[in-house]
């Protein structure tokens, strides 16, 4: 059927300026790492993207690598903006990532320039568009001088392939001389895209300040730990999870379900509960209660997951009393 898009969907979306630039973004975005390849069933990606669209979330992240195959997400994505979303191309945001591996040979991951330019050009391709909006290094590269790979960054801005430009899972030390480069190279670096969670701590040491600092935007991945901040195995874990499929690509395991792990999030469910929210939509809250962190990406199996967790917006404010009680379970 033929899609017209919710005319109400920007009415109680929040959008949150991405650090000091001129860019806002949906204070959820949805990222398309898994159950979106090919050996997932189109009808439910595109299901769960038109719901995401449909609900105000106007960034999608994707990389490379995302799906199985590689590329794989990137070309499902590209059918259904083709399709469906294509009408709204500037309404949405695009984002995309090179760094791990995609292809056999000494240019095929890290963060060389010949890798990167490379990469930009087959995501383009497999998403039939002509630029990206956000495109980010994935994750730092131990040999190759920092100033190549962002003069490669800061090349896709020049060449108009990319319209902004960001880093993900660098270290605060590491992100800090980044984006002192980028600043150099007139391409100021647009957002930080770290793992952080209630179970994921790093970021809070000293890399959120440095972000305040330089006016960078923070978007965490993994918010709810892959599914394991949510009510989903508090029980036991059911065949439709993340974990019961067997995922390759980076998913949890089976070993990530630990006693420990599974307590605290009964004992989180509990305040949720109190708070008259899901755990998951209380997970995504806590994020976002921290006004640096400019929107939590979420992944989803279902567009019913994303109209569970878009209610976290209805109540990010946390009292001293549960804050403290929340942190004593993550310390316990
Ligand atoms: N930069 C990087 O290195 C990096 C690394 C990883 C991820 N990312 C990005 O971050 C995105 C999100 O990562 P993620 O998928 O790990 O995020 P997540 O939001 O922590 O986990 C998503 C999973 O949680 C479950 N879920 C989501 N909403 C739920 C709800 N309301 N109730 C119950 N369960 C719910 C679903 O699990 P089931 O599938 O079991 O239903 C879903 O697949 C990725 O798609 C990607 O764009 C980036």
């Keep these: ?25 949906s204070a959820l975005s949805l990222g398309l790492w898994h159950n979106f390849g090919y050996v997932d069933p189109l009808a439910n990606c595109r299901a769960i993207l ?39 191309r500037d309404e949405i945001i695009i984002s995309s990532k090179a760094g791990y591996y995609m292809w056999p ?11 990167l330019v490379a990469s930009i050009n087959q995501s383009l391709k497999r998403m039939g568009v002509d630029y990206v909006d956000i495109f980010y290094h994935h994750r730092p590269d131990p ?62 040491k000293d890399l959120l300040s440095l972000l305040e600092k330089d006016g960078v935007g923070c978007i965490p991945f993994s918010p709810l730990a892959q599914g394991l901040l949510t009510n989903k195995y508090l029980k036991e874990i059911p065949s439709d999870s993340r974990v019961a499929r067997k995922l390759e690509n980076g998913a949890m395991g089976e070993d990530a379900i630990t006693d420990v792990a599974i307590s605290k ?43 569970d967790s878009i209610k976290c917006l209805n109540n990010y404010n946390f009292s001293d009393e549960e804050l403290k009680s929340i942190e004593n379970i993550l310390q316990g």
């Design 143 to 204: 040999d190759t001088p920092l100033e190549e790979t962002m003069s490669a960054l800061d090349l896709m801005v020049r060449q108009g392939k990319a319209l902004y430009v960001g880093i993900s899972n660098y270290q605060a030390e590491e992100a800090a001389k980044a984006f002192a480069i980028l600043k150099g190279l007139g391409t100021p670096c647009l957002i930080h895209q770290p793992k952080y969670s209630m179970f994921v701590r790093w970021a809070e």
């Design 265 to 307: 999030a009964q004992q989180l469910a509990k305040i949720a509960d109190e708070r008259g929210q899901t755990l998951a939509q209380m997970a995504l809250a806590w994020i976002l209660k921290d006004k640096r962190i400019t929107s939590v990406l979420v992944g989803a199996s279902k567009p019913e997951q994303i109209t």
């Design 1 to 25: 059927m033929e899609y017209t898009a919710n005319n109400q969907r920007y009415s109680s979306m929040e959008y949150r300026r991405c650090g000091k630039s001129g860019l806002k973004l």
């Design 105 to 115: 040979g000494p240019y095929g991951e890290w963060g060389s320039k010949k890798y």
């Design 50 to 88: 038109l719901k995401a669209f449909d609900s105000g979330i106007t960034h999608f992240d994707l990389a490379n690598n995302y799906g199985q195959p590689s590329g794989s997400a990137e070309e499902n994505f590209g059918r259904i903006l083709k399709r469906d979303l294509h009408p709204y």
